[in-house]
């Protein structure tokens, strides 16, 4: 049975509250134990499983502090919905491998996010605005 918009809109809520806390049992939790997770670019490529997807979000979190993300729209469809945000923190760490020095970020976020029947994340797919992270952290 697909799951309604309103109960995607609550796990992938729940998902984006425990990063916003730098949560990492938390975050796993909203996934399935065999999830893809795929950051576009990143140099690992593609993940599976917790174990997989682990390693990004300690990192992550050890990178960007401070964060909110602000839902600018969602799409939706059978078992899966797409998720345009806008990300704002700091960067006190080196997110994406650029030095952030604690100043302030800003940058969209494009997930594509699929569900599996239990109603944990079975598949994250993320696109960033590297562009616009590249400009707020030039490099000296």
């Known amino acids: 049975m697909a799951l309604t918009r309103t109960e995607m809109d609550r796990k992938i809520d729940e998902h984006f509250n425990f990063e916003a806390n730098d949560d990492v049992e938390g975050v796993l939790a909203t996934l399935s134990p065999d999830v893809e997770h795929d950051i576009v670019g990143s140099p690992s490529g593609p993940t599976r499983g917790h174990a997989g997807a682990r390693p990004f979000y300690e990192s992550l979190f050890n990178d960007l502090s401070d964060s909110k993300v602000e839902c600018l729209r969602r799409l939706y469809g059978d078992g899966f919905l797409v998720d345009e945000s806008l990300w704002r923190g700091k960067a006190p ?6 030095e952030g020095k604690g100043r302030p970020l800003e940058f969209r976020l ?9 109603g944990d994340i079975q598949r994250e797919n993320v696109w960033l605005d590297l562009a616009a992270i590249i400009r707020q952290l030039p490099q000296d």
């Open 110 to 118: 494009l997930h594509v996010v699929e569900f599996a029947e239990s």
């Open 93 to 98: 760490g080196r997110p994406f491998g650029l």
